[in-house]
């Protein structure tokens, strides 16, 4: 368009050019006409200008106009192809999560009209049984990951409102239906003799019914959604029968399905049946329930319950063996079948399991807190006492005894197991404290608990009984004492610790010296026989055997503080002060809170000249538990100082 605007006013300036010079040459003799019409064609020639102008600015204005059109047909179609690769997406992405689906689906009940009348309908029948089967689901508490469950509901568990038309919410349905596997829960209410009988259906996996006057609907519901449970999750529901003081109920459906089950299933029921157990019969057969469920499957469940059932009866060589070789489990792709959100915590667990049995005392407390913070997971032990038992270990005692005192847990799958390891963790606070006569009540305390739970007593023998045989030896009784460790299991590690300790205090140190000996060829990776052999040796006035045992003991537990306390006391009975306080600095970096650790330190620093020093332990140890032997001894170097 420029172009030919251009073209027309070349042509219009040639023409005025002639007509100029037309003009000049003879527009006199004209009589004006000739610049007449000079001004004619210039007039013209400024409209055309102007034509052309106007045009050039509409064809542009116009041009402008198909360029924005053209623009938004081209926006248009990018959303329109945007808009249906979306409902494609959302489409396939339905498919895939019904594929993938699970859950719990309770249609609307039919129920006879008079109950509509007085407002149970069936959409408020199905209401309750869904609020039941929730709470059920809630209060179970299992370590065992959800995928490997064939139905496992979680949170989705919900009551059917049949819709009216197509929408997205029938559309979602009918995919979940079609192509998901949602145990899908239909039933009926219908009048009988008795009044009301109640039946649920869970698909083709079976079906339940109760029976009960009307006044019962609401506990009707609950047997109902009971029996619904035992059908679609029967190892969750065997957990929660156990956790509602029902265990025989919980034996029964263990059985039947490590017998019947589906042979994916049959592990765990042997892992619910074993576990159920516990309170029952011996250490040895349920260390043979979870061995032979290694046979079928390998469970972390069943192999972490080998190593604490390893624990429980004192057998640490092998626990510290089995813990150990349980911990890569845990990083897995299947994390040993598990729960992910456990996988930390369990981590944590099998690491204090760890320390426990190596001394490592300071480093465990802060994973027991931890344990304790993260609430109830199915464990078969009370995680207080255990944390206690920790305490004890660095010979914080006001710390041990807060703890217990505030034992209380929720949820744990064997509370009355639970309860007794409580008795022990104050039976062992009572030995740290010297309070031999406190040993014997606390354990009369606990006939409460044999009588509740009879099975209880095939625990005691490697927990209990030598605690209290200790204590009978202390308080003179050494007829009792020997009665009651001649009960106790051969290859109880702290058993024979014990022996060795009641029969030193009778004066027999050569059969001592046996006894100690048997425990370290039985687990000489472990450093308390080791420990407490040298304890004896020390008190026997025999320094360098002593230091030569403490020295096998450091060496197995490196961070276990006693080894390295006696072993100052010693250099320190060798004359040695200044060699010893090396060693109490080490030993204070693991029991930090020691009382006695305070007090022969600052004897030391003491006898080794630097009194200031000496003053800081001392009433360091002053605001740190003490026996009263200790007491004395703190009297008596305080008055060196004044």
């Keep these: 368009m420029s172009d030919d605007f251009e073209d027309d006013i070349a042509k219009s300036s040639v023409g005025s050019a002639a007509l100029a010079s ?46 924005f059109n053209d623009r938004m047909m081209g926006a248009l179609q990018v ?23 699970g859950g719990l689906v309770i249609e609307q009940f039919s129920v006879p009209p008079d109950l509509v009348a007085r407002g149970v309908t069936g959409q408020v029948v199905a209401s309750k049984l869904l609020d039941r089967l929730a709470a059920m689901e809630a209060q179970t508490d299992s370590q065992r990951d959800p995928q490997t469950f064939a139905n496992f509901w979680g949170d989705d568990i919900k009551v059917q409102i049949p819709e009216t038309g197509i929408s997205l919410g029938e559309l979602d349905r009918y995919l979940r239906e079609m192509l998901g596997h949602p145990t899908q829960i239909t039933g009926e209410i219908v009048r009988n003799a008795n009044g009301l009988s109640l039946t649920a259906r869970a698909g083709t996996e079976g079906n339940g019914t109760v029976s009960g006057p009307d006044a019962d609907i609401d506990a009707l519901v609950q047997k109902l959604a009971e029996s619904i449970y035992g059908i679609t999750q029967p190892y969750r529901y065997g957990i929660w029968l156990r956790e509602h003081d029902r265990n ?72 510290l063996r089995d813990f150990r070789s349980i911990v890569p489990m845990l990083s897995a792709a299947s994390h040993g079948d598990i729960r992910a959100n456990v996988v930390p915590i369990a981590e944590k667990r099998l690491q204090s399991f760890i320390n426990l049995n190596l001394g490592a005392f ?3 407390v802060p994973l027991w807190e931890a344990e304790i913070e993260f609430g109830p997971q199915g464990v078969n032990y009370n995680m207080h006492a255990m944390l206690t038992r920790t305490e004890l270990g660095e010979h914080d005692l006001s710390a041990a005894r807060a703890t217990i005192a505030d034992s209380a847990e929720p949820g744990g799958i064997n509370t009355h197991n639970g309860s007794l390891d409580i008795v022990t963790a104050r039976m062992m606070i009572d030995i740290e404290a010297q309070d031999w006569a406190a040993v014997l009540a606390e354990y009369r305390a606990a006939g409460a608990l044999f009588a509740l739970d009879p099975g209880l007593r095939t625990i005691a023998p490697s927990t209990e009984l030598p ?18 460790i001649a009960q106790t299991p051969a290859g109880c590690y702290r058993c024979l610790i014990f022996r060795a300790r009641i029969v030193e205090l009778q004066g027999q140190h050569a059969r001592a010296d046996w006894w100690f000996v048997r425990a370290v060829t039985q687990a000489p990776s472990i450093p308390f026989a080791y420990s407490e052999w040298g304890a004896l040796l020390l ?9 030569a045992k403490f020295k096998s003991a450091n060496q197995k537990g490196p961070h276990f503080a006693d080894p390295l306390e006696m072993w100052a006391e ?61 007491k004395a001894a703190l009297t008596r170097v305080g008055t060196m100082l004044r």
Excluded: C
């Design 570 to 630: 010693a250099l320190m009975q060798k004359n040695r002060s200044d060699l010893a306080l090396a060693k109490f600095e080490e030993a204070d970096t693991y029991a930090p809170n020691w009382g006695r650790l305070h007090l022969k330190w600052g004897e030391a620093l003491l006898y080794a000249g630097h009194k200031d020093a000496a003053r800081k332990q001392f009433a360091v140890a002053t605001r740190l538990d003490l026996t009263a032997a200790d």
């Design 79 to 101: 959303l329109l192809v945007a808009l249906g690769a979306l409902i494609v997406s959302g489409f396939a992405f339905m498919v895939w999560n019904a594929a993938d689906s």
């Design 248 to 319: 025989g109920e919980g034996i029964a459906v263990f059985i039947a399905l490590a017998k019947s089950g589906p042979p994916n299933e049959r592990p765990w029921g042997y892992l619910g049946w074993g576990n159920s157990l516990e309170e029952s019969t011996s250490i040895s057969a349920r260390l043979a329930m979870m061995r032979k469920i290694l046979t079928i499957s390998d469970l972390y469940l069943a192999r972490q319950n080998i190593a604490l059932i390893e624990d429980e009866a004192s057998h640490p060589e092998a626990a």
């Design 362 to 364: 300071h480093e465990a």
């Design 467 to 484: 605690f209290l045989a200790y204590a009978d030896a202390r308080l003179g009784d050494f007829e009792a004492a020997d009665a009651l």
């Design 22 to 67: 037309g003009i000049a040459m003879g527009g006199a003799t004209d009589g004006g006409e000739s610049r007449e019409y000079l001004r004619e064609q210039i007039a013209l020639t400024r409209l055309q200008k102007q034509n052309l102008i106007e045009q050039n600015d509409f064809e542009l204005s116009h041009l402008r106009w198909r360029r």
């Design 539 to 547: 008190s026997r006035g025999q320094y360098d055997a002593a230091i």
